[in-house]
């Protein structure tokens, strides 16, 4: 049974750092492109970091230079470090496989304010 668990989130002032992961069981986690995605109230879910399996990177433009992915494959953990944190990153955050082809876990809540 695919399980996807995010963990990490929570209330941080502008410009503030969390670290997010995602614990990943029943799947084969190495050979998976990993992503971490979120979705802001009114919003359509976003692909905002994504990681291959041999830790190519890439980011959406609105966060790159603050957040980095990474992911750990003898523990089936994916990560997200942020960084300089904006109001506008305010969102639920979940990772997946990066086609999106697993269950949504229950995601994180990330919220940016003073």
């Known amino acids: 049974q695919v399980r996807l668990v995010e963990s990490g989130g929570g209330l941080v002032q502008p410009g503030g750092s969390l670290r997010l992961s995602c614990a990943a069981s029943?799947?084969?986690?190495?050979?998976?492109?990993m992503g971490w995605f979120r979705q802001a109230p009114g919003r359509e879910r976003e692909l905002v970091a994504h990681?291959?399996?041999?830790?190519?990177?890439n980011y959406a433009d609105s966060v790159k230079g603050r957040f980095t992915i990474s992911r750990d494959n003898a523990k089936n953990i994916a990560s997200l470090q942020m960084n300089g944190l904006k109001a506008e990153d305010t969102a639920v955050y979940y990772c997946?496989?990066?086609?999106?082809?697993?269950?949504w876990g229950q995601g994180t809540q990330v919220t940016v304010s003073s």
């Open positions: 997946n496989a990066g086609d999106r082809r697993y269950p």
């Open positions: 029943g799947i084969i986690f190495s050979i998976r492109s």
């Open positions: 990681i291959t399996p041999d830790t190519t990177t």
